[in-house]
């Protein structure tokens, strides 16, 4: 990876998509390197071991940014103030506890998303579109004059303006319409309505988010292990590990590769067993 990717990965500015394909380019790591990199850094201050542990997980903080969109919030800085959290996570993380990074990186991670949250979002958006903009400008100016509508001023507030009546009650609604609070203060602790505040259903808390998104990433990662060890292998060879290994839809026995090929069965078992091995061999590598 470039040293501009790598720049490029941990501050998401300009193209997002540009972005998360070089956070998805990173190399992910086995365990065994990652502790061998969180020893350098826990023990020796290595910041190359740092840089290394950060990279390889920018892709996890991309998949949590995404559980937060719903906000209205940028994805991009959704994604920075996440890498806050991964950076904080890496710099105290400790390899002698026995859990991977990402198990342990994600309560940082979500930290700052919720931080960020926290000092951004407003529930109630008065105007959100160019017509809603005009109209709340324009129904602020009236209201100065007559206060809360009633129905006959609605209309005739509707009729000055060109919109509709309903048009007016919502953006009177939304204009009158007070904060609600993100987290809970220290008196709402036994408030009535307290299961409404929005920090207490943030996130789904029945799910086991680092095994679910380990899984998911080591799955991706399988794969293209298993596609670049296919190209190592000569044509013939690709062939025979499809049709018997690859193929869910039409799996064929070895006599009918041989008849394919003008070999025997036996040659055939031979290239399928040495393409095995190699296989083995590109994909550990």
């Known amino acids: 990876m470039t040293n501009e990717m790598q720049a490029l990965a941990i501050a998401p500015l300009g193209n997002l998509d540009a972005y998360i394909r070089a956070a998805n380019g990173c190399p992910m790591l086995s365990a065994e390197e990652e502790k061998a990199l969180a020893e350098r850094l826990h023990y020796q201050s290595d910041l190359d071991a740092a840089k290394k542990l950060i990279l390889s997980h920018l892709r996890f903080v991309v998949h949590v940014a995404r559980n937060y969109s719903g906000y209205g919030l940028p994805q991009a800085d959704l994604i920075q103030e996440g890498n806050i959290g991964l950076m904080k996570a890496v710099r105290r993380f400790n390899p002698e506890v026995g859990v ?3 198990s342990f990186a994600v ?3 979500k930290a700052e998303i919720h931080e960020y949250v926290l000092r951004n979002w407003r529930i109630v958006k008065v ?4 017509a809603q903009r005009k109209l709340f400008f324009n129904l602020r100016k ?3 004059r007559l206060g809360w509508f009633n129905q006959d001023e609605v209309e005739m507030v509707a009729r000055e303006l060109g919109v509709s ?3 007016v009650r919502e953006m009177e609604s939304r204009m009158s319409a007070q904060d609600m609070a993100f987290d809970l203060t220290s008196d709402d602790d036994n408030a009535e309505g307290k299961s409404l505040v929005p920090a207490l259903y943030l996130q789904d808390k029945t799910s086991d988010f680092a095994d679910g998104i380990e899984e998911d990433n080591w799955d991706s990662h399988a794969a293209d292990k298993l596609t670049d060890a296919m190209m190592t292998l000569d044509e013939r060879s690709q062939n025979i590990i499809r049709a018997r290994w690859l193929d869910d839809d ?3 026995t070895l006599q009918e590769l041989a008849d394919q090929y003008g070999v025997s069965a036996e040659r055939v078992r031979q290239l399928e067993k040495n393409a095995m091995k190699k296989l ?3 994909i550990e590598a």
């Not at 105007?127 to 160019?130: N, S």
């Open 127 to 130: 105007a959100t579109t160019k």
């Open 142 to 144: 009236t209201k100065q």
């Open 107 to 109: 309560h940082w991670i």
């Open 100 to 102: 991977r990074l990402v």
């Open 165 to 167: 009546s309903k048009d």
């Open 250 to 252: 039409n799996k064929i």
């Open 280 to 282: 083995r061999v590109a």
